[in-house]
């Protein structure tokens, strides 16, 4: 937006509505909302506390093993269901079916197959991340012009050689927009997966902080989840946009 | 399909885990229960907060994305709230809204709200934004008002990916719903899928979560035909 | 009466045409370092078919655009029929290289479309629409979506729409690039029909100098980067005979090699 002849970047408006928290916490109007900087010196608080250290690393480990197997499992998938067709009828409708499905309510099952501890987080995580991955990468690889495979053969390229050094790389824009959104997706399963669970890391604290009205503390750990989802999507998407270049060449 | 369900069966009996039943014991259970009444009751229970929440989900979502979409200062204040809504771990809030608003109906609403809202407006939003500029020059150059481009071209082009947003936001409401139960107040089938956890009957617990994963799938192919009966003209009548 | 139209379009022809559209020394720029379009002056007589042909990057669709109201000059005005213009007008119709067809409506929606803003009662601007698609020889498919019809007949639509309407200028802005070969030619030959029907004046943007020649009472010559009027080309084709002897005619001919010697500096 622009005012008076200035450009007004858009996360500019990010602020304006901070400046809205502040106040209306000041106001207190509603019980939910602290001030905004109450909240922000919680953080500190929050952050140097053990308990909140041990949470983190928990759920930045199970998060990262999560999300490498699902990156590796929905490349595979996708990859496969892109180049072969029977693979694709036999598993399209399931991935499809995932990939929407409200995949909270296995949790519980879940907890019961693997223990109430790291690896249901882990599988959570996984779940929720790995269909959209293979779903995009799927995409990638079927909507890949049909000239450059063409291409390939012709010049006396193995099926391997096609795979990895065709096929990989047109696909690429969408893998990594997939990763992007199993990212973000992984993150929704690490919250979910620990609140549900609610006994161990983030959960926990979740469940302590908002059970005991804290709402400063609540509102902290939130905003760190937050940041941490935001940052680990832009992450991806600044590799997105290194090949930009040609993802956009391809589809003009 | 019949594939995996034979493979379900076969891992069911060999047996991987104790708490992972047959396929025919899970369709055994969901007999039990249709029969019993337990599942139906339980699924109107879930539907009412579901169906609220997104039927004031599409509505504020679908206003607010279109106006997004058309103003630029509704843009500059909105799109990164709902982007950082869309890509932030919202059931995180789930608790704080169970501790504010009791365990009651309003705040299984809010779940489904919360978690369906970013997805359907960020839609609208990039929906009227793709809207062909080709498309609305022709509208102006045949002398049409803004209301004329609005109602005649941008929401019918926008159209295809508002229901996509749609789509996407009823699965997003199933989540809010289902963790709305099993974290809030287990009613329906949060209910009795905590339930059966609790008594270990493994094959009632697996026919209810297959049930509403099914059910949310089904919801949303057919909000697909509904789409293409009533809006999509062109996909109904000529091809197949 | 193809005899009396003819000697209808010899009089218009002749050097007291009115001009029914004025371009008064338009200048565009994007941002402060694009210079599209450097003082344009240009008239164009009612009845006739002028070209803009050009390079690609000489302006020649941001001219057509200002003319239609679609883009602002930065500098300059424009007058159709006496008055400057504000924007898009009646007297004024539009076809578009990507033909702008609304994939949700039917040919025969997609044609009424200009009278359905208009606020004209459904049952009339079908009728008319309805002629129009007759006319571009469209008729059978008034409940086909555009999806369904090939490039050629979806311009066919936007040509009907634009006729339904009845402006008195019609701007055409590359309405056969989008269109493949054979259909053009088809597509070129109704065209010239049409007009001598309907009583037009056309403009019409083209980087093609064959469709120029064989189409234009007027050649405008645009150069490129910024976008001036190079030279203006009057053809005198005679196109009285059948569409193929015309294409071999000696003054088509060399009209096109004579264009093709002016621009070829600007090919890359």
Redesign the interface.
Same mark, same amino acid.
């Given at each position: 937006?622009?005012i008076a002849g200035y450009r007004?970047p858009?996360?500019?408006? $990010?602020i304006?509505?901070a400046i809205v928290w502040e106040i209306v916490g000041r106001l207190g109007l509603v019980?939910?909302f602290p001030p905004l900087s109450h909240v922000v010196m919680e953080l500190g608080q929050v952050v140097g506390s053990t308990t909140f250290l041990n949470a983190a690393i928990m759920t930045v480990k199970c998060f990262v093993i999560g999300i490498a197997l699902s990156i590796a499992v929905g490349v595979l998938l996708g990859l496969l269901m892109g180049r072969v067709d029977a693979a694709d009828k036999?598993l399209g409708?399931?991935v499809n $079916?995932?990939v929407?499905?409200? $995949?909270?309510?296995?949790?519980?099952?879940i907890m019961?197959?693997f223990g109430m501890g790291e690896s249901t987080i882990i599988v959570t995580v996984f779940l929720f991340a790995v269909w959209i991955i293979a779903l995009d990468t799927r995409a990638g690889v079927r909507d890949m012009p049909p000239s450059l495979l063409a291409m390939a053969k012709s010049f006396g390229a193995s099926r391997w050689q096609v795979l990895t050094k065709i096929v990989f790389f047109a696909a690429l824009p969408e893998i990594l927009a997939g990763i992007r959104l199993g990212v973000?997706r992984g993150?929704?399963g690490?919250?979910?997966g620990q609140? $549900?669970v609610s006994i161990i890391g983030l959960g926990e604290l979740?469940?302590v902080y908002?059970?005991n009205?804290l709402?400063e503390e609540?509102w902290a750990?939130?905003l760190i989840?937050?940041a941490f989802?935001?940052g680990a999507?832009e992450l991806i998407a600044m590799l997105e946009r290194k090949i930009d270049f040609y993802a956009g060449v391809r589809h003009a | 399909?019949v594939?995996?369900c034979l493979a379900w069966e076969v891992a069911g009996r060999i047996p991987i885990?104790v708490?992972?039943p047959p396929f025919s014991d899970v369709v055994a259970a969901f007999g039990r229960m249709v029969a019993d009444g337990s599942l139906p009751s339980a699924f109107l229970i879930t539907l009412q907060p579901l169906v609220i929440g997104l039927v004031v989900a599409t509505v504020i979502g679908i206003v607010m994305g279109v106006g997004m979409g058309l103003r630029?200062?509704l843009?500059?204040?909105?799109?990164?709230?709902f982007v950082?809504m869309?890509?932030?771990?919202?059931?995180?809030?789930?608790?704080?809204i169970?501790?504010?608003y009791g365990i009651g109906l309003t705040a299984k609403v809010l779940a489904v709200v919360i978690l369906a809202l970013p997805v359907i407006a960020l839609n609208g939003y990039k929906a009227v934004r793709n809207v062909s500029p080709s498309l609305r020059a022709m509208c102006r150059s045949f002398l049409g008002n803004r209301r004329q481009e609005i109602f005649k071209i941008v929401l019918p082009d926008a159209s295809p990916m508002i229901f996509a947003g749609l789509?996407?936001g009823i699965?997003a409401g199933?989540?809010g719903?289902?963790?709305a139960e099993?974290?809030i107040t287990p009613t329906g089938?949060g209910d009795l899928?905590?339930y059966h956890?609790s008594i270990a009957d493994?094959a009632e617990?697996?026919a209810v979560?297959a049930t509403?994963?099914?059910f949310?799938?089904v919801t949303?192919g057919l909000l697909e035909r509904v789409e293409i009966a009533l809006f999509r003209p062109e996909k109904k009548e000529h091809s197949a | 009466m193809t005899a009396a139209v003819r000697m209808l379009r010899e009089t218009t022809k002749s050097d007291t045409a009115q001009p029914i559209v004025e371009v008064r020394h338009i200048s565009k720029r994007y941002g402060s370092s694009v210079e599209a379009l450097r003082d344009i002056n240009l008239t164009f007589p009612t009845g006739q078919l002028t070209s803009l042909l050009g390079p690609s990057g000489c302006g020649k669709t941001t001219l057509l655009k200002i003319i239609a109201g679609l883009l602002e000059p930065t500098g300059g005005e424009v007058v159709v029929k006496g008055k400057t213009v504000t924007g898009p007008g009646p007297e004024r119709a539009f076809v578009f290289q990507d033909f702008a067809l609304m994939p949700w409506a039917s040919v025969l929606r997609n044609a009424a479309f200009g009278l359905e803003l208009q606020g004209i009662d459904k049952k009339k601007r079908e009728e008319t629409a309805r002629h129009y698609i007759n006319q571009v020889g469209l008729s059978g498919f008034e409940n086909r979506y555009p999806h369904e019809l090939s490039g050629g007949m979806r311009q066919r639509v936007g040509l009907a729409r634009a006729l339904a309407v009845n402006a008195d200028v019609l701007l055409l802005d590359e309405p056969f690039s989008a269109v493949d070969e054979q259909n053009r030619r088809k597509f070129q030959e109704d065209l010239l029909r049409l007009r001598e029907v309907e009583r037009k004046t056309l403009i019409f943007v083209t980087h093609s100098i064959e469709e120029a020649v064989y189409l234009s009472d007027r050649i405008v010559l645009l150069s490129p980067r910024p976008g001036r009027v190079s030279e203006i080309i009057e053809p005198h084709v005679d196109r009285s005979g059948p569409p193929d002897l015309i294409r071999r005619n000696p003054a088509y001919l060399d009209t096109v090699e004579e264009i093709w010697h002016g621009l070829r500096d600007y090919a890359d």
């Open positions: 937006m622009t007004i858009p996360l500019a408006s $990010l304006l509505w019980f939910l036999l409708m399931w $079916l995932f929407s499905a409200p $995949l909270s309510a296995l949790v519980p099952v019961i197959l973000i993150v929704k690490v919250v979910i609140l $549900l979740f469940e908002s059970r009205f709402m609540f750990l939130t989840v937050f989802a935001l999507a | 399909m594939l995996f885990n708490a992972f630029d200062e843009e500059w204040a909105g799109v990164p709230v950082v869309q890509a932030a771990p919202m059931a995180a809030l789930i608790p704080l169970t501790y504010v789509r996407l699965s199933f989540v719903v289902v963790l099993l974290l089938i899928i905590t956890r493994y617990m697996y979560i509403i994963i099914l949310s799938a949303v | -």
